[in-house]
């Protein structure tokens, strides 16, 4: 239950002041004299007390998921869930599972610090051996940010006519795996309060976080997508240069905008926004050039959703700082 009242402050000293607590805060979060308390000032000038951070002993949840008779996609979204949800053990039940167990192990190994445990031919169990201890959602970024600037080199050479799909698909499937991870890591700060302020981050700077990593996860997506486009057709000469210069520019902006993030620069991520709609422009006029070729359309629509991605990213940036 909410407690609302108010308390006097009284003078302490030549440079304090105090203010005595409600009795039953302190008994339900076990504060006794001398220990230590938590103090946050939040944007609303609002000063947040709360117990000091102590190591937490997880209960281990468990879930139990029928994918009898279930079609592997939706078993795809339970199972990420339940990992989402952090939950310790999850056990999948299937009186068929040995006839499907590649498409099964497939999503499992799309999910960092998950691990089987026990396999029948009617069940696998899996266990979450994430250790919170060492998480750090910034490492996390900088891993995606890594692969995506790889994905777009192998773009640019499949621009160029050199390509290699499937090289760039194992890589997103990397960007998949973390970002799952994060949003699992998300989730946990979202339920546990000690947990968030040993990320040393607030709840609306969690928001923040999920919302810029889906758009980052996103725009690798875009990079796969195009690249999968270029593996099945042949550019004609001036359709690779146009195209190519036309990336540059996109690419740019990816750049700038994760330099902006790192170094925390308002004005860079500012002007990122801005370079958004000549971009979008320069797309649209390469798609006027070529017009009644659908695959151009396709790369075209592709390039100006990873340039939105981008925006919307340098928007979340002044938020995070």
């Not at 949840?61 to 994918?67: F, G, H, R, T």
């Not at 640019?156 to 090289?167: A, H, Q, T, V, W």
């Not at 607030?202 to 923040?208: A, E, G, H, M, P």
Request: charged share 30%; proline share 1%; hydrophobic share 40%.
């Amino acid at each position: 239950m909410d407690i609302i009242d108010s308390r006097r402050l009284i003078k302490f000293g030549n440079s304090s002041h105090v203010v005595s607590l409600p009795s039953e805060w302190l008994k339900r979060h076990n504060l006794n004299k001398g220990d230590s308390i938590f103090l946050q000032e939040n944007g609303n000038g609002e000063l947040l007390l709360c117990p000091v951070i102590k190591d937490k002993v997880d209960d281990l949840k468990e879930i139990v998921i029928n994918a009898e008779n279930k079609d592997i996609k939706a078993l795809d979204r339970e199972l990420r869930s339940a990992y989402i949800k952090n939950y310790h053990f999850i056990k999948i039940i299937d009186k068929d599972l040995n006839s499907r167990l590649k498409d099964v192990k497939s999503i499992i190994y799309g999910l960092s610090s998950i691990e089987v445990v026990e396999q029948t031919p009617t069940k696998i169990v899996l266990k979450d051996f994430l250790d919170v201890r060492n998480i750090s959602i910034n490492n996390m970024v900088r891993q995606m940010d890594i692969l995506i600037r790889s994905m777009i080199e192998d773009l640019k050479l499949g621009i160029k006519g050199k390509k290699d799909y499937e090289s760039l698909y194992e890589r997103d499937l990397d960007v998949n795996k973390l970002y799952f991870l994060l949003w699992k890591v998300i989730q946990r700060a979202f339920s546990d309060g000690n947990f968030m302020r040993s990320l040393g981050t607030s709840y609306s700077q969690l928001v923040s976080y999920l919302w810029f990593v889906t758009n980052l996860e996103k725009i690798a997506d875009e990079t796969k997508r195009i690249s999968k486009i270029l593996a099945e057709i042949d550019l004609t000469k001036k359709q690779s240069s146009d195209l190519s210069d036309l990336f540059l520019n996109v690419e740019k902006d990816y750049l700038d905008l994760m330099k902006a993030n790192y170094n925390k620069d308002y004005k860079l991520a500012y002007d990122v926004a801005v370079s958004k709609e000549i971009n979008i422009r320069k797309c649209d006029d390469f798609f006027e050039k070529n017009k009644g070729e659908p695959h151009i359309a396709k790369i075209v629509e592709k390039m100006k959703s990873f340039e939105s991605y981008i925006s919307h990213m340098g928007r979340i940036i002044t938020d995070l700082f």
